[in-house]
């Protein structure tokens, strides 16, 4: 059996929180069991639930701004937990810090993941020295590195040593849990009095990269009753979008569900997927989204390895709000249609990618007792 551990800044929802999840929670304990470390002392969503599954949840307090506190604690860890074959890591440049402090701890083998790419507000001078050697740190002392998709990992270990030595795993999700149920569908709309409303949904974080903005400018635009806004997620821009939805007389065609743990019911709810982000690892909440069978329309900012049905239509995050419209116009005319069958065989069934991540651990395990 190969003892994983799962190092995490928090366990929140979120896409890169329930890609990790679903690493732990698929794992056949009696061949690969998957542990969790959480790099904050707060008390986390998907906490109770790996408790629940046996996952054991370990928690470190926070990084410190100097990373040097951080250090000493990764290194008493895993000092104390030599019993894990295997350190995963998902704290993007702080996976160089976690690498060395595992490495000089004495783990045999050290995995360093990437889930995203540069945000347009980062890479400020004051960071690079810092990305700069935290690159060479994880390339460094990591046995593998993993990422959701070409430009994450080009992104985060350097395009050179990526082509060398990293590898690819999708983001996928649990496909049959996402298809479309009309009954649901009725029924959420009756309790949230949708009525005939055309429904433009997102599902994500209310942070900049996000970019809901632009789902509330395109509705005081389109000046049409008929169109609802369902953003499901939470985060501090909130009170930002709902200032604007009131001083823009929107705020009744407005509905914000806040954080939800659940958001196959909302999904069923929703005539369009509207996914404006700025920027994105790999879009988990699309991918939900597509196994849905909605008609989605995205900013020219996401990946093609997300965009896996042919029910996505592109706008540019550079264009007007007439030509956003008219792209989720035609997406309405297209209508839900089941496409898991063809999701599945291009490999986005969580199941499945799990299945090659643990023999992966597996691999390098034997090949770190040789």
């Not at 000089?104 to 889930?115: D, F, L, W």
């Not at 990422?147 to 994450?152: I, L, P, Y």
């Not at 806004?229 to 509905?255: E, H, M, P, S, T």
């Amino acid at each position: 059996m190969v003892n994983v551990l799962q190092v995490v800044r928090g366990m929140n929802t979120g896409g890169l929180e329930t890609v990790v999840k679903s690493i732990i929670l698929n794992a056949d304990r009696t061949q690969v069991s998957c542990d969790c470390l959480i790099c904050d002392m707060q008390k986390a969503d998907y906490e109770d639930e790996l408790r629940a599954a046996q996952a054991k949840v370990y928690k470190i307090p926070a990084p410190d701004k100097a990373k040097t506190a951080f250090y000493r604690q990764l290194y008493n860890y895993f000092k104390a937990h030599l019993e894990y074959d295997v350190v995963h890591t998902h704290m993007a440049f702080s996976n160089g810090i976690v690498a060395l402090a595992a490495k000089r701890a004495g783990v045999k083998v050290v995995i360093s993941h990437s889930h995203g790419v540069k945000l347009p507000q980062e890479g400020s001078i004051g960071r690079i020295p810092y990305e700069f050697c935290m690159r060479k740190t994880m390339n460094q002392y990591s046995n593998g590195l993993i990422a959701c998709s070409k430009e994450a990992g080009n992104y985060l270990f350097g395009e050179r040593i990526f082509d060398i030595k990293g590898r690819l795993f999708i983001n996928g999700i649990a496909l049959e849990k996402y298809k479309f149920d009309d009954k649901i569908r009725q029924s959420i709309r009756k309790k949230m009095e949708l009525g005939s409303k055309i429904v433009l949904g997102t599902v994500g974080s209310l942070v900049p990269a996000k970019n809901q903005i632009q789902i509330l400018k395109i509705i005081v635009h389109a000046k049409r009753k008929d169109l609802t806004a369902l953003i499901v997620g939470d985060g501090y821009l909130k009170a930002d979008l709902k200032d604007y939805a009131r001083k823009n007389g929107i705020l009744d065609q407005v509905i914000f569900t806040g954080k939800q743990s659940n958001v196959i019911p909302l999904l069923n709810a929703m005539d369009v997927f509207v996914f404006p982000s700025v920027s994105e690892g790999f879009g988990v909440a699309l991918l939900e989204a597509q196994a849905n069978g909605l008609p989605c329309v995205v900013s020219d900012s996401i990946q093609e390895e997300a965009k896996v049905t042919p029910n996505i239509l592109v706008a540019p995050l550079a264009a007007t709000e007439s030509e956003w419209l008219r792209q989720i116009e035609k997406a309405v005319s297209l209508g839900r249609k089941s496409y898991i069958t063809d999701m599945r065989q291009k490999g986005m069934d969580i199941r499945d990618n799990c299945s090659k991540l643990y023999a992966w651990y597996e691999e390098l395990n034997n090949e770190s007792t040789v």
